[in-house]
């Protein structure tokens, strides 16, 4: 079996330290502590471009123009047909050799041989921990069933990876299990972790603080209220919020500097690939379009969406090498939605909610922006914050996630086929099982348990 190991591991190629453009500098099987972070740098690079299919079956992409290369592969999916063999296949195999590394880091960095490198072999293995619970928690909320307690130990979730076996069998696991490894690795990494904030260049790392941040995450998505409260809130007192109006969107200097940006003051850790379409032929639902201030009151209307020709488009993410996975305003908007749901806590729901749009919106238009969401029930507040994530996070891969996890709502889009040079309605039915992205058909083929 260590044999096995070794050969599969003398073909991985390990990567340079530059988060925003990963290049393989040779091969080698680890035996140093500096090995094992060499390997571990690969795993945070083969992390799948997932979140960039994302918007696809979400209330965001609507069609394509002719000149799209890959406009009919895509239509399926975005059209909630990817169980087609005729669709762009969503990643797969991707998660589960980012985890392989993961494993092989967990089972052996302790023992690996000293080399005179500053960092310790623990906070090596905790980012290992944490980064196999991300992608676990990635897979889960792709191809398992939405989170919900009382159903969560029956319903189907993903295989579960934790050792290298080559006779274990890849059966799904309920999506209770699955949870239970994730924030079974999550505790082990928190243990282990001793990096309090990574600076900006090793920003693709987990470090105690985006560990937390990510446990926020994790925690609201299984309506565990006040675990994501405590969480979010005990990060709020040391993060920034970037002020939109301070910065002149027509300067590439400054675009450098918004929030979906991981040179953003935002940024808490950036790891996924979130955005390469064709901008200038992939077009945006007018539902989506239609929760931005257009007039001018919404500072992302004209950068993260604008008009043109009729048609909405994005502009966001015009340099490839962006990566995105938390950052400070997701952690208000966590706090913000996990503060409504509990007793007592609407007004400070309401204060989180208003701090993301102070730095968002104009002065004006947030002075209007304050008095509406004061006013606001349980109900109205709610509905706002999933407004304003996705106005926030838009294209980013989470409007999907926010859909799926709360209200599954129905959709309907209605679309221009090249091919046929018609429109076809498509829909979405509430709570339509659809809403969880069946495995790809390559993966089942290779796995067979997979259609079980």
């Known amino acids: 079996m260590k044999r096995l190991t070794y050969i599969l591991l003398a073909v991985i190629t390990f990567s340079s330290c530059n988060y925003l453009d990963v290049e393989p500098i040779g091969s080698v099987i680890p035996h140093t502590k500096s090995d094992y972070r060499a390997l571990l740098t690969s795993a945070y690079g083969r992390i799948p471009a997932h979140k960039v299919m994302l918007g696809l079956p979400s209330d965001e992409i609507g069609g394509f123009s002719e000149d799209h290369e890959n406009s009919r592969g895509y239509l399926f999916d975005m059209t909630w047909r990817s169980n087609s063999a005729s669709a762009k296949e969503y990643p797969y195999d991707g998660f589960y050799s980012t985890i392989f590394y993961t494993n092989d880091i967990i089972a052996k960095v302790s023992d690996s041989d000293e080399d005179g490198s500053d960092e310790s072999r623990a906070q090596i293995k905790a980012e290992a921990y944490a980064l196999r619970a991300y992608m676990h928690f990635e897979l889960l909320n792709m191809y398992g069933k939405w989170y919900n307690a009382a159903t969560a130990s029956t319903d189907r979730g993903v295989p579960i990876y934790t050792q290298i076996d080559i006779e274990q069998h890849f059966k799904p696991s309920s999506v209770e299990a699955v949870y239970k490894q994730i924030l079974d690795d999550m505790k082990h990494a928190k243990e282990l972790m001793e990096v309090e904030e990574q600076p900006n260049t090793l920003i693709y790392r987990f470090s105690k603080k985006s560990l937390t941040a990510i446990e926020a995450r994790i925690r609201l998505y299984r309506n565990e209220w006040q675990l994501a409260l405590d969480a979010a809130t005990s990060l709020l007192p040391g993060l920034q919020l970037q002020d939109m109006n301070a910065l002149d969107l027509t300067s590439s200097t400054d675009k450098a500097l918004l929030p979906y940006r991981p040179t953003s003051v935002e940024t808490i850790i950036a790891m996924e690939q979130c955005f390469e379409w064709d901008t200038k032929n992939t077009y945006l639902t007018h539902e989506i379009a239609a929760k931005f201030d ?156 997979l259609a079980k």
């Open 294 to 449: 257009q007039t001018g009151g919404d500072r992302r209307f004209g950068n993260s969406i604008l008009k043109r020709d009729g048609q909405y488009m994005t502009d966001k993410y015009s340099d490839s090498k962006n990566k995105v996975t938390m950052r400070a305003s997701d952690v208000y908007l966590i706090a913000a939605e996990a503060a409504a749901h509990i007793d007592g806590k609407l007004n400070d729901a309401k204060s989180y909610l208003k701090t993301v749009m102070r730095n968002r919106f104009t002065p004006d238009a947030y002075l209007a922006k304050e008095t509406e969401v004061d006013g606001m029930t349980q109900a109205q507040l709610l509905e706002e914050i999933a407004d304003e994530r996705a106005r926030e996070f838009l294209l980013e891969g989470q409007r999907w996630y926010d859909l799926r996890r709360t209200t599954r709502p129905g959709i309907i889009k209605t679309v221009f086929v090249p091919a046929t040079g018609e429109e076809t309605t498509y829909t979405l039915a509430p709570n339509d099982e659809r809403y969880t992205i069946p495995f790809p058909l390559s993966a089942v083929s290779s796995n067979p348990d």
